[in-house]
């Protein structure tokens, strides 16, 4: 990323979905689509899962998600492969979004920031996912170095699983989720005014994103949530895997839908390992979302 005038995530994310659709396609390299692939569950095979997967769709995707869990699974080595994966999405011009799921107090999270959004960190991606139940402000290294990076992170809102519900829903009208979503809009809102201030023009996103399940169904009209004023971007996995459809997508977000990065993994990524193939299953999948 050049040192020079650096845009923000917001504005990159918005520029890739303009351009490209609204598709997201996470890199989970499981044991099981590996031996499908005919690879080995090894490190050398998680680079080449990655890569194939990079090279298949990285025209068609606005971004990548790998599931860092995944790389985790082999210890140094797979975060190596995991390192080279995130430096070929930069050198491809994919923005990459390390699923990681960070959270702690806050002299913990800046080590977490350091390590995934710091210029010149081997880890660093254009955003992160963190969880947010240490207390959004707990977060605050990771929202601050996102923004003066030009990075984003994606704060866990409403999950896709459906035990999710069991902490998220809690609180009614006044639930934790709707304090989760209350807290990225303002921060979106400080930001968007620092950048209007230093003549940056009005900017359509914002750089801190919340993860909103793509299967949770009615639960955001229940908890009297509303997305579509916000400047938030919104990352919505469970599209079909999990069950969720480009239609289930536009009527849970309704008008915020344009704000939604839809995130699909293992329903695009057992197409592989033909390039031409996994090139096809995104292709199905943008026009499921472009309705
Ligand atoms: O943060 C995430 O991406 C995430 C949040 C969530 O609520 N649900 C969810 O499924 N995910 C991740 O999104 C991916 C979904 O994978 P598939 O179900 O194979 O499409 C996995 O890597 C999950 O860890």
């Known amino acids: 990323m ?84 995130l430096a070929a999405c930069s050198e491809a011009g994919v923005l990459s979004i390390a699923d990681a799921k960070r959270g702690d107090i806050g002299s913990t999270m800046a080590a977490y920031a350091d390590a995934w959004l710091r210029d010149g960190s081997a880890l660093a991606a254009d955003a992160l996912t963190v969880s947010p139940y240490l207390g959004f402000e707990s977060l605050r290294p990771a929202l601050d170095l996102a923004q003066a990076s030009g990075r984003g992170v994606f704060v866990l809102g409403l999950t896709s699983n459906p035990e999710g519900a069991s902490v998220q829903h809690v609180g009614g009208d006044h639930s934790v989720a709707a304090r989760i979503v209350d807290a990225a809009a303002a921060e979106n809102s400080r930001e968007l005014g620092r950048a209007a201030a230093a003549g940056s023009g009005s900017l359509p996103l914002g750089s801190t994103g919340l993860v909103i399940g793509a299967t949770v169904g009615t639960a955001l009209t229940e908890l009297g949530i509303h997305l ?52 096809d299953a995104a292709g199905q999948t943008l026009a499921g979302l472009a309705g």
């Not at 899962?49 to 769709?57: D, I, N, P, R």
């Not at 938030?232 to 915020?256: E, V």
């Open 228 to 279: 579509a004023a916000a400047h938030t971007p919104i990352l919505a996995p469970g599209l079909g895997a999990q069950g969720a459809t480009g239609a289930d997508l536009r009527t849970t977000f309704g008008a915020a839908y344009p704000n939604v990065l839809a995130t699909s993994s293992r329903d695009i990524l057992k197409a592989g390992p033909s390039r031409d193939a996994l090139r």
């Open 2 to 85: 050049p040192d020079t005038v650096r845009r923000s995530f917001g504005a990159r994310l918005q520029l890739a979905m303009d351009t490209r659709g609204q598709l997201c396609v996470g890199i989970d390299p499981h044991p099981a689509l590996l031996a499908a692939w005919g690879l080995n569950d090894d490190a050398a095979a998680l680079e080449r899962f990655s890569l194939t997967v990079l090279e298949a769709v990285g025209e068609q995707a606005a971004a990548v998600k790998p599931q860092v869990a995944l790389f985790e699974r082999h210890g140094s080595a797979g975060l190596a492969a995991l390192e080279r994966v």
